[in-house]
């Protein structure tokens, strides 16, 4: 369903008032319809380097900080006439060309921690950085406006065992790669008995499984070509599975390691192949399957890389990096600011210009109409991507 279809039905059902605030705040008119539209996270695992990402040729301070590592301008997909686009990532050019491929720059947040563990916890729970939460922001977010029960699950997690901002209490299933869903269900063995404690949740999720793996229908071959790396069999995996399904609210897909500490020039591009070419396939077999107006995919990582590379041809734990939001109801282009190489802080960092909680701010409000302000712990502009 297309957004301006879903704020039709709205209006229809007398829930769409005048003001678009108030819409936010009240809900859709059935979980069924809002969880139609699809959210795509894609973890880039690690620490992706922004700025070798999207790239700001036009700023000399950028040659000057990487005199190895810098990419040329004719090594560049070219955006506007500052920044441009590792040319590793052809395979997205198709999207922005058409308008559906946003470029967020400068994403971060206050007072930024560094350490891999604590910097994705903040990600996955949209916490301050000196707030510890249990649960991660989707799973809060499903306590209050839980999935209908009829869908397969409320979300699919492939490539990883980590449930990210899925921890605490989402019904989740996760599949390797190349998982087998049905072997998987098989293993899972359900009693009559609720148990207690850490039993009660074995048994939980023992049921989510069983659960999704009778609602699933007959296997299909999709004509989209995935590409043959560890990427592409994830993202396959996903769409397979989401054919199948009757409905899940967010697939979670992550790629890495993009900690390129040392020998970066090779296995960045390696890196930034395998992630376009896989979101490639990702649309074609969403726009196969009809999905490709009402889902969005979003990559994340926990941070960026250091301006200034190393001296063993890498770059180091950073602060901001640019990300891409994807989606036949995207607006593309570039959003927020040409990173500000001269104006680096006493870490010898970026400073953040894009609250990464602007980000969920966008999907909780614009997305699925929901409110943001209680479940973010504040309140952040969201973008108009959507």
């Known amino acids: 369903m297309k957004r301006r279809d879903f704020l039709s039905l709205l209006g229809a059902s007398g829930l769409l008032s005048i003001s678009p605030t108030v819409a936010m705040a009240m809900p859709a008119a059935t979980d069924t319809e809002r969880y139609r539209r699809l959210l795509i996270l894609v973890e880039l695992k690690g620490g992706n380097d922004g700025l070798n990402t999207v790239v700001p040729f036009a700023d000399p301070a950028y040659y000057a900080l990487r005199p190895q590592l810098a990419i040329r301008p004719d090594a560049l997909f070219k955006l506007d006439d500052r920044v441009g686009l590792n040319k590793a990532m052809s395979p997205l050019m198709p999207s922005w060309e058409s308008g559906h491929l946003a470029v967020v720059q400068g994403l971060g947040y206050p007072q930024p921690n560094l350490s891999h563990f604590r910097s994705i916890e903040i990600w996955d729970t949209a916490s301050r950085s000196n707030q510890y939460l249990d649960a991660g922001w989707i799973s809060r977010m499903l306590a209050?406006?839980?999935?209908?029960?009829?869908?397969?699950?409320?979300?699919?997690?492939?490539?990883?065992?980590?449930?990210?901002?899925?921890?605490?209490?989402?019904?989740?299933?996760t599949l390797g790669a190349s998982g087998d869903f049905e072997r998987e269900a098989r293993l899972a063995v359900l009693a009559n008995q609720p148990g207690s404690g850490a039993l009660a949740h074995v048994l939980k999720v023992e049921a989510d499984v069983s659960h999704a793996a009778q609602s699933l229908g007959e296997a299909r071959q999709l004509k989209t070509e995935f590409p043959d790396h560890e990427f592409g069999r994830t993202c396959r995996t996903a769409c397979e599975t989401l054919a199948r399904s009757n409905g899940v609210a967010v697939m979670r897909l992550t790629i890495g390691s993009f900690d390129t500490h040392q020998n970066q020039a090779g296995r960045h591009t390696a890196l930034l192949t395998q992630l376009s070419e896989g979101l490639a396939s990702l649309k074609s077999a969403l726009v196969e399957l009809g999905r490709w107006d009402d889902s969005m995919i979003?990559?994340?990582?926990?941070?960026?890389?250091?301006?200034?590379?190393?001296?063993?041809?890498?770059?180091?734990?950073?602060?901001?990096?640019?990300?891409?939001?994807?989606?036949?109801?995207?607006?593309?282009?570039?959003?927020?600011?040409?990173?500000?190489?001269?104006h680096l802080d006493e870490t010898d960092n970026l400073p953040w210009q894009i609250d990464f909680r602007q980000i969920y701010a966008t999907v909780l409000e614009r997305w699925w109409l929901l409110p943001s302000q209680d479940l973010l712990g504040g309140k952040f502009q969201s973008l108009n991507v959507v």
């Open 144 to 173: 209050n406006h839980p999935v209908p029960s009829a869908f397969t699950a409320d979300a699919l997690v492939v490539g990883s065992n980590d449930m990210g901002p899925l921890a605490g209490g989402a019904r989740t299933v």
């Open 298 to 342: 979003l990559t994340y990582s926990e941070f960026g890389r250091r301006p200034r590379e190393n001296q063993s041809g890498g770059t180091d734990h950073g602060t901001v990096a640019s990300h891409f939001i994807m989606g036949g109801s995207v607006r593309g282009g570039l959003y927020g600011q040409t990173p500000p190489l001269d």
